[in-house]
């Protein structure tokens, strides 16, 4: 268990819809990241964030929106779906700062089905 | 060419095998090498981590890094059926965020 928890696990929604995925962080870790992850492809970032603010960006549509709370948790937003958008999202953490600042925790994914 | 490639398999293997798995990029900047393990459809698990170039042992695992190359390896001995997963190697260079390769799956047949 990385410490990281994602909710929900699994997602089935219909096309146009929006959802949001949620993240919480390990204990003290300040970055959060975002990636997808369609069948039997590589993780593609999407976005991080530290402390509340948005640190890098990666291949995220305009679609999709990411915030990280004051708590440090962290939501995902995704609208207008399409049937292209079905895949695992991962989130992962990091301490964000000291030796190890980079070093990324994932949790366990929202598997998100959309039909 | 891509930042980070590794070749994605699958590679079959026997159980107790070595296994070797490679990974080139071509960024010299890059300092610092992990090794991720996915198991089908679980999140990404961190497992080894080093920096520059050189060998790292943990237990039945070995990561090493020829930065003239630009090449990183991970051998696993003796390998076991619940090695079976998919390998990312993951570089970053100083004060910049890791790069992911696409994966190497790995199946260890009993």
Known sequence: DSGVTQTPKHLITATGQRVTLRCSPRSGDLSVYWYQQSLDQGLQFLIQYYNGEERAKGNILERFSAQQFPDLHSELNLSSLELGDSALYFCASSPGRGAFQYEQYFGPGTRLTVT | ?110
Not at chain 2, 12 to 18: D, L, N, R
Not at chain 2, 44 to 69: C, H, I, W
Not at chain 2, 92 to 104: I, W
């Open chain 2, 1 to 110: 060419q891509k930042e980070v490639e590794q070749d994605p398999g699958p590679l079959s293997v026997p159980e107790g095998a070595i296994v070797s798995l490679n990974c080139t990029y071509s960024n010299s900047a890059f300092q610092y090498f992990m090794w991720y393990r996915q198991y089908s459809r679980k999140g990404p698990e961190l497992l080894m981590y080093t920096y520059s170039s050189g060998n790292k042992e943990d237990g039945r695992f070995t990561a090493q890094v020829d930065k003239s190359s630009k090449y990183i390896s991970l051998f696993i001995r003796d390998s076991q059926p619940s090695d079976s997963a998919t390998y990312l190697c993951a570089p970053r260079e100083h004060g910049q965020n890791f790069v992911f390769g696409p994966g190497t799956r790995l199946s260890v047949l009993p």
